[in-house]
């Protein structure tokens, strides 16, 4: 017997939909936005973006096992849907909007988990490495479900919540904003008891406007919490106070100073970090102090649901490297691949934690342009090339327009770089300037797609084309 997620005719009823049935479903077991990953018994939604229309593969879903799809109202007749769930004896659920259909269903589906503890993290930097430490912390103890990957926009967090089981005992959910209103949005899905700010930064301040709306956007994570909830913030975070200032719930201030327990830490470079925690040594494998910083976030999340002082030396000492942050390999030279994603606070980061290793070969950093920032673009890379110039590398590689003002800095301080917008030169270009034992970093934001010279870097047997391959 399947096991549904929701009956058809309830959630219409919920989300005050109308059902229009042509079969004998009763439910659906999984939900999709993409007609390709449909399965039997999936609940298909519509959705309408800039370039692509959901309507238009609702047939599609449909030949796939869908069991209905939902549908906007205004579309039924010019894509001819109720004729086509008629010919498939599938079901339509119809609403005015079906991003919101999918956030209501969302809504309504959590409420069917009154028990589940639910956490939400947000920040410019650092959101998914937090949740992938707390996660493994708590999930040591305690029956975890968190969003996949960065599954954590106004659609994706909708879609991870329908991966809640009746065994969760907690839900960790990140909740990302590339424009106004959107932690707003997630956050009333969401309601979550625990919810963190894991720092302020520049991110997509070109969608947001400014620093100060970039704060008013990101407390709104704590807009929908109840009086014995708890909002953390780090202590110290140069916004706390205003990021404080009229949240929901308990405030607490987090940082390596909230615990007792935590005795002492040492960096080991490349290798992450080595914490004494209540008399127990651990090895924390991300590098750097921005990582220890998602690591006492996570911590301070742990801590708010009870979890033992086991629990956390084993979720710390589990924790491995995602793809493109602070990847560490090893090769024809060390690559640091740091290069999911960027902004000016963590290129800083990254930048920073580079400078302070104790290299006995030569340095070379390679870095894309920081996107979405808007106004703020070319003051923020001509930032970065000042940086560069203090920096501890012999050589600079610069790759794509805006590091077009990070190059100009440069060449000002005669600082020796290289810049291009065209990946096979600069992939030519540092192909024949690496040698054996060269540290080199790659840092910038997703769409430069530098985990492209990859292979280049760790194979001894240098190809520069293999590296250009999307």
């Not at 997620?5 to 009823?13: G, I, Q, V």
């Not at 956030?103 to 920040?123: E, V």
């Not at 995602?322 to 290069?339: K, Q, S």
């Amino acid at each position: 017997m399947t096991e549904y997620l929701f009956e058809l005719k309830e959630l219409s009823r919920r989300i005050g939909a109308k059902h229009v049935s042509f079969s004998r479903n009763t439910g659906f077991s999984s939900v999709s936005i993409d007609s390709r990953n449909v399965t039997d018994g999936c609940l298909f939604f519509a959705l309408e973006g800039e370039k692509t229309d959901g309507h238009c593969f609702v047939e599609d879903a449909f030949n796939k096992g869908a069991a209905a799809a939902v549908v906007r109202e205004g579309k039924l007749n010019s894509f001819n849907l109720e004729n086509a769930a008629k010919k498939a004896g599938r079901d339509l659920i119809v609403v005015e909007n079906t991003l919101k259909g999918l956030q209501d269903s969302a809504k309504a589906y959590l409420c069917k988990f009154p028990k589940l503890r639910k956490i939400g993290i947000t920040g410019s930097c650092g959101k998914t490495t937090t949740k992938e430490i707390a996660a493994a912390i708590i999930s040591a103890e305690k029956n975890t479900v968190m969003n996949r990957g960065n599954l954590n926009s106004e659609t994706g967090l909708p879609l991870s919540i329908f991966e809640i089981r009746e065994n969760h005992e907690v839900g960790i959910f990140e909740l990302g904003m590339n424009k106004k209103g959107e932690i707003s949005s997630t956050a009333s899905i969401l309601k979550p008891n625990i919810a963190v700010i894991t720092n302020i930064g520049r991110a997509h301040i070109g969608n947001i406007g400014s620093i100060d709306e970039i704060v008013n956007e990101k407390k709104c994570i704590f807009s929908f919490m109840n009086e014995d909830d708890i909002a953390l913030i780090p202590q110290i975070e140069k916004y706390r106070d205003t990021l404080a200032l009229g949240a929901g719930g308990i405030v607490k201030f987090y940082g390596s100073g909230s615990f007792d327990e935590l005795e002492q830490t040492r960096s080991l470079g490349l290798y992450g970090t080595e914490i004494i925690w209540a008399g127990e040594k651990i090895r924390f494998a991300l590098p750097g102090n921005h990582s220890l910083n998602d690591a006492i976030a996570a911590i301070a999340i742990a801590k708010e649901i009870n979890v033992s002082n086991k629990a956390i030396k084993r979720g710390l000492e589990s924790v491995k490297p995602l793809f493109g942050r602070l990847e560490i390999l090893e090769g024809r030279a060390v690559v640091i691949r740091d290069c999911y994603n960027a902004n000016p606070e963590s290129t800083a980061q990254s930048l920073e934690f580079c400078d302070s290793l104790d290299w006995k070969g030569r340095k070379v950093y390679i870095f894309g342009d920081m996107l979405e920032l808007g106004d703020a673009s070319q003051s923020a890379h001509t930032e970065l090339g000042d940086a560069l110039c203090e920096s501890g590398a012999q050589m600079v590689f610069l790759f794509g327009r805006e590091t077009k003002a990070a190059a100009t800095s440069l060449e000002k301080k005669n600082k020796p770089y290289f810049h291009t917008d065209d990946i096979e030169k600069l992939s030519a270009a540092v192909d024949g300037y690496i040698q054996t034992g060269d540290l080199v970093l790659l840092k910038g934001s997703r769409l430069c797609a530098l985990e492209r010279l990859s292979g280049m870097l760790v194979n001894k047997s240098t190809n520069a084309e293999a590296a250009c391959v999307s």
